[in-house]
């Protein structure tokens, strides 16, 4: 089993900055993906971004490209997401979530979650 505990949502104001942690523990697997997701009330869970533990790899949603940083510190076994330039629709909770395989987009087929944190961006 793998546990993941988010931190540091909070409220800024558009334009400003947040950083969010995942911290895992438990089980560590090689082939492993780290990814965030967000979801906004009344709305469905979407991806936010997402790396890979084995050799870095990225992947991000169209919609916070060049905002948002996805990284890792394999000594922490943290993943972090660093969120600039935030929107007023950024609002949302955001959660952690892992997978032993390749990436995907889909939240359905990540089998560890967070408890989540919430980040509002106010105008």
């Known amino acids: 089993q793998v546990q993941l505990v988010e931190s540091g949502g909070g409220l800024v104001q558009a334009g400003g900055s947040l950083r969010l942690s995942c911290a895992a523990s438990g089980r560590t697997f090689s082939n492993y993906v780290t990814g965030w997701f967000r979801q906004a009330l009344g709305k469905e869970r979407e991806f936010v971004a997402a790396i890979r533990w084995s050799g870095g790899r990225t992947y991000y949603a169209d919609s916070v490209k060049g905002r948002f940083t996805i990284s890792r510190d394999n000594g922490k076994n943290t993943v972090y997401l660093q969120m600039n330039s935030l929107k007023v629709e950024d609002t949302a909770a955001y959660y952690c979530?892992?997978?032993?395989?390749?990436?995907?987009?889909?939240?359905?087929?990540?089998?560890?979650w967070g408890q989540g944190t919430q980040v509002t961006v106010s105008s």
């Open positions: 979530a892992g997978r032993v395989g390749d990436f995907t987009y889909s939240p359905s087929l990540y089998n560890y």
